[in-house]
Structures are given as C-alpha cells and as structure tokens.
T-cell receptor
C-alpha cells in the first residue's frame, strides 16, 4: 500500500514569488508520481508526472517537480507564480509498471495555494 | 480532443433514495476509475474496471455498485443514500496498454443528499 503526505495544507504567497509545495510518499514497490491541480468546482487536471528517467520533470503552466528517491519526496516548484495559479494541488502516487493495482491513485490531503497581488 | 464525460453534473437526492451516475471515457481508453471527494477531502478511490471487468476495489460502500458496459461507459449506482454520501464523484479513464500511468479525469458529478 502507498501513502502520500502533503506537508502544508495552505501556502499563501505573493504574485511573482517562487513557491514550493511539498510532498512525501511511502511505498514498498516502485511508484509513479503525479501532481494534479483542482480549480474551484472543477475536475482534476494533470500538471506533471514522473514515471522513470530524469528525476526533474517539467509540466504545464511553468511548474516542475523533482523526484528524490532517497528522501521519498516529489516536491512541486514554480519560480514565479501568478494570481491564476490560485487553486488546490494534489500529489498522488500509483504503483509502477507491473503492479497489481495499476492506475489506482492514492492522493495526498491537498495544498491550497493562494497567490496574493 | 474528447475528454471524459460525466452526467449529470449536479444531482440532488433525499435520504434513502437511489442515484445513478454515468461516465463516458475517452475513446479507445480501456480502463475506468471512480473516485469520491468529500467536502474539503482528497479524492478516495472507489472502484475500477478494465475491459469491462472489475479490476480493483477501494473504499466503496456495499450500498454502491458499478459496472462497465460493452461500449465502455460506466455507471455508479448508489442506493439507500445517506447524508455522508454528499460528495463530488469523479470518473477517470486511461489506456492501460500505453503504460503511462496517467488518468484523465472528468469534471465530476456533484451529489447532494438532503
């Protein structure tokens, strides 16, 4: 079984400042890692994913994340945020290739990012 | 590009009533997943189907059932509704054979139980 911990429930930040949303996971098997964004009253949109290969992955809207296997972390970063980035962000994990629960996502508790002008 | 379609988008029911949610996956996707997101909560996995067979089961109450039909659309049936069933229900689909692990989510169906 996997679990995901998002270390901050809320992150307030000013426009054009950098931001980091933290995510740690635990799993006894290899995993795929994801970040999803949810705007109010909307569905979940994939920001980026790590399956294998380079540990630094780039996603949409200028976001990137780094997979750190030794620290079991997958923190999300953006060098300069915009007002439109205000949303809730979910880190998620699933079993990697060959797993018996393919595609079943375990989500973290979510981090509400609020960008102030 | 076609996305995952869910209907209805909003549904209001009374306690002890029955509700049915429908999901139409992206064409050619072979796997459908259902998630429940309570107010202020993270999405919780309910159940999934691969090629019309149940492939995994999560925290789905016995009062709920689901199936995937020959055209790959899926329905989530919820009976004896309780106040605690009020939530946003997401359907997601994927093409398992592509092995990208990526799920594509619909906009969700918001169920309110009064």
């Amino acid at each position: 079984a996997q679990s995901v911990t998002q270390l901050d429930s809320q992150v307030p930040v000013f426009e054009e400042a950098p931001v980091e949303l933290r995510c740690n996971y635990s799993s006894s098997v290899s995993v795929y890692l994801f970040w999803y964004v949810q705007y109010p009253n909307q569905g979940l949109q994939l920001l980026l994913k790590y399956l294998s290969g380079s540990t630094l992955v780039k996603g949409i809207n200028g976001f990137e994340a780094e997979f750190n296997k030794s620290q079991t972390s997958f923190h999300l970063r953006k060098p300069s945020v915009h007002i439109s980035d205000t949303a809730e962000y979910f880190c998620a994990v699933s079993e990697g290739a060959g797993g018996t629960s393919y595609g079943k996502l375990t989500f973290g508790q979510g981090t509400i990012l609020t960008v102030h002008p | 590009a076609a996305g995952v379609i869910q209907s209805p988008r909003h549904l209001i029911k009374e306690k002890r009533e029955t509700a049915t949610l429908k999901c139409y996956p992206i064409p050619r996707h072979d796997t459908v997943y259902w998630y429940q997101q309570g107010p202020g909560q993270d999405p919780q996995f309910l159940i999934s189907f691969y090629e019309k067979m149940q492939s995994d089961k999560g925290s789905i109450p016995d009062r709920f059932s689901a199936q995937q039909f020959s055209d790959y659309h899926s329905e989530l049936n919820m009976s004896s509704l309780e106040l605690g069933d009020s939530a946003l229900y997401f359907c997601a689909s994927s093409f398992r054979r592509a092995n990208t692990g990526e799920l594509f989510f619909g906009e969700g169906s918001r169920l309110t139980v009064l």
